[in-house]
């Protein structure tokens, strides 16, 4: 059934696949006389790109949205905001190879099971290419939320972790290194070993921090639509994602409560933050931050054993050209996802007081 | 804005305060013709309920569900199924000491700022004890699922971790100690440090694990409701959780491609299962498992620095009757959410192909 | 699947059939700080309870409301509002007659049809004894929406109808007489109607009339949720409805556009109002108003040929207690599902420019 | 908020305004498997679209639907179904005469007072050209539903009715005639009328019909979504619609129970069908049968005193191309309209029952 659209009250639907003619979607809810900077979308788009640096797919993808409905003189009419990014790059002939085959830990196989028919033109849709369109979208969303920081980074590319709290972090430092790491020796390490695995024709995963600042008191929608909840799907949704922790996370879980409480200031503020910003699925007007997890790319360029439709077992030959590590990328994705909650929640929260 | 429903073909609406007259909800949704074992319903219910054992809270709260609605001759009739829990143990006088306090790293502060007004009984719509609704939900959504067997059990408590996969597990021994973790002697290490917890005035976080077995393939409606997006989402809605990971996780980050990759056996199964029974959002046959991560509890038996509405510092005393684990109690509702999403997914499911 | 919710913002959950336990619902996601007047609450209940004047049926309900949850020292919380009417009446051996037979123009063979299974109690869940709680909430609602009035009415029965339009309306006399038409000669010729056909063992239809005044402008969603569109759900989703109009409605078609053109003052209001208060589907700040048709109630004391669950042709008996006429009783329930679109589009509305 | 959405399983989202650069939609929950005749697709869009005959709109719209996505050999995939059509006719200047002065009757007036801002080309996001997506959707729609037979037709233009009921009519006679209408005498005078309303330069309304036929049994879900509570807000939520009434509609309030009632033959149908296929909000196998009432178009080719966005009276001359009567285009998007609500019950319906 239908499940490609995220939000209530601001909400983005998506379609589209990686080699069809076009991949878009449909942003309704955005509230009316926004003033549209569209040279920033486009840039936010540009953050996702393939072919942006060495470490990532060399693909080739102008990745250019058109916007074709809601926006008027330049600003938004609160009327349903469609938008296309064209395929430039469908050469499905690339994918002959695997029409017949399930690729190990891709989609594939689950997608053919559950619809009885099968794209194989790439991951069809289940290709991390569709996130470009939350990214439009997501570029859009940070528009609306002025004066809301919201900033995401690599903090681990496989065993390589930044070493920091978010609070010791240069965040100017994150766009000067093709990572995304705001540390900048770090980001070094993270750059070689990322080279280093792609000539082994492998891949690693890694993780993603986001911090949001300047997020008013009183976001999220006890007791299901928590906005932490809402924030967890929204990064689960996300291609290659295995796992989401906020605040003190996984790591809270060996604390005690003596040393786990955040005590409070005079003025309502904490003088920790391991809840992250929420307390009762509702800002707390601290920083939110979080962790998103990356598993490796399935795709590797070495030859795999797998099976085909008729279950008989094949060859895969590693070949195409895909990312290394996903990290680098994805960066923007969840930016963008968790620009989409936080507006959505902003609206959600204009209801509940008389 | 509305908040307090989870599902879409099989939806659990709650409502309910810790002390108010009753808690209770309506299950809409629910497929017509099936028999219900009351007995088993109630006997989860017990497995959440306080007093249960020595390690958890002893307020006393008998938990009796009453069904109103949505069954006849014991059967359910397609129509909503209406239910409430009485609140036996609803002194408001206990919480006097709080009316004016806001105790740190709870909802008292958030429920505030978002509302304007604050129901200082307990921790009023904030507190667990709406996860009685969910264990009657999700109890009821089991006996939906014949065939499908979802098993939940503590996996760490503070720095005692389980040190065995889930395979190597007996889940007949979860039951057989108030900790619920199958493994005899971890158990019986945690249930000492919970003790010793508690004799500080203490409280400790820890882990819940949970298997699905079973599960057909197909279930996820990608690209924004893949299945462990929704899973994720239900765990994240419940108190005191502070993070989700499916299959290999967040140590997945870690792993390369090549290692990573699940490679398929002949009849479509998979040799490993790092993906946890998930790909690209739809389940493909494998087992399901994951992990939730629950904080310290937050009220301890400590006295602590904190603020009243005026801002003003102010000491609160560590009283009353609380968990210091809240991981045992957890485990049958991290198993009713999972049971919940499992359900929804099944009947939507059902429409993916002509 | 879950239909028995309404609203998005502002969402009504409802349960209960006519001869089980209790009725009830889930008032989700209404502001914080609204003073309740429970009076006022049981007052609307009373305008739809069963024996209220001697052209209803004489069914013994007291039709009380009790609160479960969301209000604290008499004012809205902001957390879920559950409540309860218990079923005094629910005499299942009155039913017998028909466990086994299916009661034309009644829900009984499609229920059965669609479910598998019948609670043959009375109309179980297709029963209008459901509405009750529609109107709880609907009170509710009305005491958010304060200064905006709405008023409905009998405006026909049978062929016997009000001749003025409702300007020319006294709406004081709508709660002088049992028939709840506001204009008292009209009233008295309905009333005389009623009984006649009650002595006939017969039933007859008619029309509601609702007004809705101080509305403010600008609610409404299109495309598809248009303010219309919703109101016309919400009074078709009523039993024994079969048509909506507003505005000019359907006499409005045989009209030229020169003749029903609103034209507008300079202050934006209009001379006319054929419009009925909405233009593209957003309010415009004139009065809203519109026609609600209800069939005759099929439940008829004479005899009549029907058939069993086996196909067999059986004579089914009339007799019970019920309603000659459905309209004076269903005036109450027509306000109450208006109130609920109109705090729902309040709502919806504060988020329509930033 | 968010409201150009429409269907829960199989859902329309919608874009585009009259003179932007294109409108659009995406349909999501389509099943996987379906084979797809596209040059279906495009006749239904061409009988919506303008200058199709004498009697309609002279506008030049080729009207060609682009598909985008979710679409492979032919075959749907079970993915959302990306759409455009582009805009050919977009001369924003044609409107420039009326920037700023609101049409009466039009939306131009609450779109400013509920967004702040006016997309003034055309009548923006609330022009009926929206409606062509629905058409693209609907088309799709009517495919999935192979057997079940929705006929819609001009049933009265102005004064001009169809006297005889739906079953005395031959539907062959529809697309013979550019009214639509299936009788062939009646049709001509409706023509006739049409022509001179045109040559007065005025509008004239008309009312729909539609019939459903071979419907399966149990479709519905009470107690909110009644199938005809959703048809009746499909109905509604097209442009220049008044009333929506099924079955014996507002006739039926003039009757007694004793002949309203549709007493059942042996197999479960009905001798009688004043219910119109539905009851309790369930269907029940018989045809559904509905009238939907059209106004007459609010732009006339006469000059109208208005005023515009300083408060201001001026006279609007009355010019461009437009519909006469809008009713003759209109059956393509009631056929479409009712197409999406029975595919969203169907699928829904799949869950009733385990």
Redesign the interface.
């Known amino acids: 059934?239908?499940?490609?659209?995220?939000?209530?009250?601001?909400?983005l639907?998506?379609?589209?696949?990686s080699h069809?003619?076009?991949?878009?979607?449909?942003i309704?809810?955005c509230?009316?006389?926004?003033k549209l900077d569209l040279e920033k979308i486009q840039n936010e788009l540009n953050r996702r790109r393939p072919g942006q640096s060495a470490i990532v797919t060399q693909r080739k993808e102008p990745d250019t949205v058109?916007f074709?409905?809601?926006v008027?003189e330049e600003?938004t009419?609160?009327?349903?905001?469609?938008f296309?990014i064209k395929n430039a790059n469908q050469k499905s002939k690339d994918y002959s190879h695997i029409k017949d085959t399930?690729r190990?830990?891709?989609?594939d196989?689950?997608?053919t099971?559950?619809?009885?028919?099968?794209?194989y033109?790439g991951?069809?849709?289940?290709s991390a290419r569709?996130t470009a369109c939350r990214v439009v979208a997501g570029a859009l969303a940070k528009q609306?939320l002025s004066g809301i920081e919201i900033t995401a980074y690599t903090a681990?590319v496989?065993?390589i972790e930044l070493q920091k709290s978010y609070k010791e972090l240069d965040f100017k430092v994150i766009e000067t290194n093709p990572v995304r790491c705001p540390d900048a020796a770090t980001a070094e390490k993270m750059e070689s070993y990322i080279k280093e695995?792609r000539a082994?024709g492998?891949?690693?995963?890694?993780?993603v921090q986001c911090v949001i600042k300047n997020v008013p008191?009183?976001l999220?929608?006890?007791?299901?639509?928590?906005l932490?909840?809402?924030l967890?799907?929204?990064m689960?949704?996300i291609?290659a994602v295995?796992?989401?922790?906020?605040?003190?996370?996984?790591e809270?879980?060996?604390?005690?409560?003596?040393?786990?409480?955040?005590?409070?200031?005079?003025?309502?503020s904490?003088k920790t933050n391991?809840?992250?910003g929420?307390?009762?699925?509702?800002?707390?007007?601290m920083d939110i931050y979080f962790?998103v997890?990356?598993?490796?790319?399935?795709?590797?360029m070495?030859n795999?054993?797998?099976?085909n439709a008729q279950?008989?077992?094949v060859e895969m030959q590693g070949k195409g050209r895909h990312d290394p590590c996903v990290v680098p990328r994805a960066v923007p994705i969840v930016e963008a996802m968790a620009a989409l909650v936080i507006v959505d929640y902003l609206?959600?929260?204009?209801?509940?007081?008389?």
Chains 1, 2, 3, 4 share one sequence.
């Open positions: 059934m239908a499940g490609n659209s995220f939000g209530k009250l601001f909400r639907t998506t379609f589209g696949e069809g003619q076009a991949i878009g979607g449909v309704d809810g509230p009316a006389g926004l058109e074709l409905s809601g008027f600003q009419t609160g009327t349903p905001i469609g296309v399930y190990p830990s891709h989609a196989y689950t997608y099971e559950k619809y009885g028919v099968r794209d033109r991951g069809g849709r289940s569709e609306v681990s496989g065993e695995i082994e492998d891949t690693v995963g890694g993780t008191k009183g999220g929608e006890p007791v299901f639509d928590k932490h909840a809402e967890g799907k929204a689960l949704s291609n295995k796992g989401f922790e906020y605040g003190s996370g996984f809270g879980t060996k604390m005690k409560g003596s040393q786990h409480n955040d005590l409070f200031n005079n003025d309502g904490t391991l809840s992250g929420i307390q009762g699925g509702i800002s707390n007007g962790n997890a990356f598993k490796p790319v399935a795709t590797i070495q795999q054993e797998t099976i279950g008989e077992s609206l959600q929260n204009k209801t509940s007081k008389l």
